[in-house]
């Protein structure tokens, strides 16, 4: 093959729904199972699925029924595969009788698996292969298969693997499937390997199955590809057996990027069909799992944000556009100028050189204490830094409130008043209650009278989580005045306490005469 050739179309077998379902603590239900072979045909794209083990279980068999009587309905059957064995009638009658039309035999690729597990020589194995092989095509099944443990055989015994294939190539097989049944090959032995296999057997359609047990499964799909392969296996996060089996996502964007060949698949399609397969499996990937992890696509450090505000300094052909996401900018202690602006453009908000920098001192404060701040967050801490005036006649020192079921909360407070420490407790009818009691027996030494409050709103940012910070804003009437003051803090009583805080010190301020 020309591997320069870009015209070069590479074929993905989606194993999701056999291999990958031999995860640990993974079944899918019938429905499930329709779904995500829907998805993958539909949606996805892909060129083939691998859907179930014959014999297996009723459930799996009703749930391959229910596939193949959809997938006959839109003429995609025949890209519907399940995994049989050479066991003459049975697996063929059970995929028959499912509405299945490809089945992929499961043959024994290395001599060991072959003498220690079958109890068989070679030529006795090939004549079962023989007699189930042309069972099928008599039932009108197209028949593909598998040589088990593939990789091993081919270092042990070549011989073998060779005259396995040299004694079934004449029976009308569509695809010799070669697994790296352990996962035990490194980049160049799969090279080396699948361009020997092609070179002897040049008129055979071969696939190459990876796993992933040396973390090298995407790396050897690339270098299968390079030596001529064009069918490849995966499944949808790397499920499968052990460390699982290449990741369709890896694959896809290896195969575009660094080979330049084509795939059926829409790409921007990736992300949805990997939480759907997440969510049935009960497998969830990690944060940093490339392609459609939930961080992948985000800034942390400042010095990137700010080299992709000033000439895309740190993008690359793995756009989160291709996969129908955005590139986001993390906000923490190690955001910078650039990470506050990109996010504020986001979001459609300008701010003065001084206001983003008061937003970035906020939100570097929170990150230091862990707090996980998100754009969502934004419009509260930029509503809180940006009230009119902030005062600080009175100052929070510690705030201490206890709360539980079918009891009087409780608070300690102790505040500094105009240098003054001053201490109270309280209780009342939850925390904010006890908190008020508190501060107004403190205020009431000052001979100062607390505003009615009138209203009282709490907010959290869309799609927050339970430690999103919390904006509250409570409408106050004094002297016949209006006041509406804002807090903002992770802890909702304490959003309350500090949108108390603020409203006694503009009252303190305007009636000390200072306001002018």
């Not at 099944?141 to 040589?147: A, D, P, S």
Request: proline share 2%; glycine share 8%; with cysteine.
């Amino acid at each position: 093959m020309n591997n320069s050739n870009s015209n070069r179309h590479i074929r993905l077998l989606d194993t999701t729904l056999r291999d990958g379902e031999q995860t640990q603590g993974v079944s899918f239900s019938v429905h499930e199972k329709v779904s995500i072979a829907r998805a993958l045909l539909q949606s996805l794209n892909v060129d083939r699925i691998e859907i179930a083990s014959a014999c297996v279980s009723d459930g799996e068999k009703e749930a391959v029924a229910q596939i193949c009587q959809w997938a006959s309905a839109e003429g995609l059957v025949d890209r519907v595969e399940v995994l049989g064995f050479v066991d003459y009638r049975r697996s063929v009658d059970w995929v028959c009788s499912a509405g299945g039309k490809v089945i992929n035999l499961l043959a024994k690729g290395s001599e060991k698996h072959c003498k220690e597990q079958l109890g068989k020589e070679l030529s006795s194995h090939v004549d079962d292969i023989c007699r189930t092989v042309e069972y099928a095509h008599d039932e009108g099944l197209k028949v593909n298969m598998y040589l088990e443990d593939w990789s091993n055989g081919y270092q042990n015994s070549k011989d073998y693997v060779f005259g396995l294939i040299a004694g079934t190539q004449h029976l009308g097989i569509g695809h010799f499937l070669l697994p790296d049944t352990l996962g035990l090959l490194a980049p160049n032995e799969v090279f080396e390997a699948l361009t020997e296999m092609q070179q002897k057997f040049s008129d055979v359609e071969f696939d190459f199955h990876p796993h992933n047990d040396y973390g090298l499964a995407t790396a050897n799909v690339y270098a299968a590809i390079n030596s001529g392969i064009d069918n490849i296996h995966c499944t949808m996060n790397c499920l499968g057996e052990r460390a699982g089996n290449a990741s369709l996502a890896e694959v896809a964007v290896m195969v575009k990027d660094k080979l330049g060949f084509k795939l059926s698949i829409d790409e921007t399609r990736i992300t949805v069909l990997s939480r759907m397969v997440e969510n049935f499996s009960g497998k969830w990937i990690a944060a940093n799992t490339p392609v459609v992890g939930t961080d992948v696509f985000t800034q942390t450090a400042g010095i990137h944000a700010d080299g992709d505000l000033k000439g895309n300094l740190y993008v690359s052909k793995l756009s989160p556009e291709r996969f129908d996401h955005k590139r986001k900018y993390a906000l923490g202690k190690m955001s910078g100028k650039a990470s506050i602006i990109n996010n504020l453009e986001e979001l459609g908000i300008t701010l003065s050189s001084e206001n983003q920098a008061k937003v970035l001192e906020k939100v570097v404060a929170l990150g230091d204490s862990k707090h996980v701040v998100t754009a969502e967050d934004l419009p509260f801490i930029i509503a809180d830094i940006m009230e009119s005036k902030e005062y600080k006649h009175v100052e929070l020192n510690n705030c201490y409130i206890n709360t539980g079921l079918d009891v009087d909360s409780t608070a300690s407070v102790r505040v500094t008043i105009d240098g003054d420490e001053y201490q109270s407790s309280g209780a009342g009818n939850g925390g904010f209650d006890a908190f008020m009691d508190a501060i107004e027996k403190i205020m009431g030494e000052k001979n100062f009278v607390m505003p009615l409050l009138t209203d009282y709103e709490v907010h959290i940012p869309r799609g927050g989580k339970t430690d999103a910070l919390t904006e509250c804003i409570i409408t106050w009437q004094a002297d016949d005045q209006e006041f509406k003051t804002r807090g903002v803090d992770s802890n909702q009583v304490m959003a309350a306490v500090k949108a108390t805080l603020r409203v006694i010190n503009i009252l303190l301020h305007t009636r000390s005469g200072l306001d002018g």
